[in-house]
């Protein structure tokens, strides 16, 4: 009865049971229904599509991004692919001996690829959003939970240097991403600088920018401390939008023990309107979106446009005043 006493035996059985619960197909990818985990109503998916995928007590469920690219954009638009020849695993991570659960990285990097036939954790686009045009920005929470890694990074730029070449009115990035990406190391972090740094240039380049807190969520680690809110406007998409925070509720309850006591709506989109002030609006529902940003881009757009015919007026009542000057001297 060895057996009885090899742990590792013990391992190798629940991983196989591991697997096979994971190839039970879930109840909503396979089939044509949504369980809501908000009021556990089950939705037919088509009729869903038609809601923007929200159920009809509010929740939001993921939207995938080509459908909020196809939302957003008035029409045709163009993909900004990914850029050629970047590591996504430059450690080679590797995961082995006496771990839960032994892999390589790049495995899952090929898996998340092929189920969301995506390169990276991003969906970038350039079009028109009703009067303006837009480079658009979109994460994946179903590639490695919107992972931000170097291949991101560099589509990240990619896209922006786009947008700065293309000199575009707008510049949305929506969020849904847990964060840095732990298996690229020192390479990963890097992209919290990087992006900070093209977000700079993008502004200098007077391009109105947005973010948005996609709902579910979560919008977490280096992606919250870094080009999150270096936006012009910090939107959450819905009410239900929750784990917006750079670490989690128990690491952070851990750091706060005995000295305070965590807030109940601790990284929600009420705790983060009404504590923190960070963001600037929570909307009813993402239907509204592309109608706020539409609204504040135009409002900023024709300030500046007013601004600019301001100064020449400005700049004419100056020269006659100066040449009326200049004719009473002489
Ligand atoms: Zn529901």
Redesign the pocket.
């Known amino acids: 009865m060895n057996w009885i006493k090899d742990r590792n035996w013990f391992k190798k059985i629940g991983f196989k049971i591991k697997k096979i619960i994971k190839k039970q197909p879930k109840d909503s990818e396979e089939t044509d229904w949504k369980n ?6 089950i ?1 037919y998916k088509p009729d869903l599509f038609k809601n923007s995928y929200i ?5 939001h469920f993921d939207l995938p991004p080509k459908l909020r690219l196809d939302s957003l954009f008035d029409s045709s638009y163009e993909i900004i692919e990914a850029p050629v020849n970047i590591n996504p695993d430059p450690l080679n991570f590797e995961v082995k001996g006496g771990a839960r659960e032994e892999y390589r990285y790049i495995d899952k990097i090929k898996k998340y690829r092929k189920t969301t036939g995506m390169q990276t954790a991003l969906m970038c686009g350039w079009g028109n959003i009703s009067n303006l045009s837009a480079g658009v920005v979109c994460f994946s929470p179903k590639f490695g939970a919107g992972r931000f890694g170097p291949a991101e990074c560099e589509h990240f730029l990619k896209a922006a240097n786009f947008a700065i070449q293309k000199k575009v009115d707008v510049w949305i990035v929506i969020y849904q991403s847990s964060g840095i990406d732990v298996h690229t190391g020192v390479a990963g972090l890097t992209g919290m600088t990087k992006s900070i740094i093209a977000m700079n240039e993008i502004k200098k380049a007077g391009i109105i920018t947005f973010a948005i807190a996609g709902s579910p969520g979560p919008v977490a680690g280096g992606t919250y401390a870094s080009s999150f809110f270096q936006h012009d406007f910090v939107i959450i998409e819905s009410k239900d939008v929750e784990n917006m925070l750079f670490s989690g509720k128990r690491v952070t309850s851990n750091i706060l023990k005995g000295t305070d006591q965590i807030p109940e709506d601790f990284g929600t989109a009420s705790g983060i309107m009404k504590s923190s002030g960070l963001a600037d609006i929570t909307l009813e529902n993402r239907k509204e979106l592309k109608g706020t940003i539409t609204n504040l881009a135009n409002i900023l757009l024709n300030k500046g446009e007013l601004e600019a015919k301001n100064d020449v007026e400005e700049a004419y009542e100056d020269q006659k005043d100066f040449k009326k000057t200049a004719s009473t001297a002489s």
Do not use: A, D, R, W
């Open positions: 809501c985990p908000k009021c556990q109503k939705t159920c009809e007590c509010s929740f």
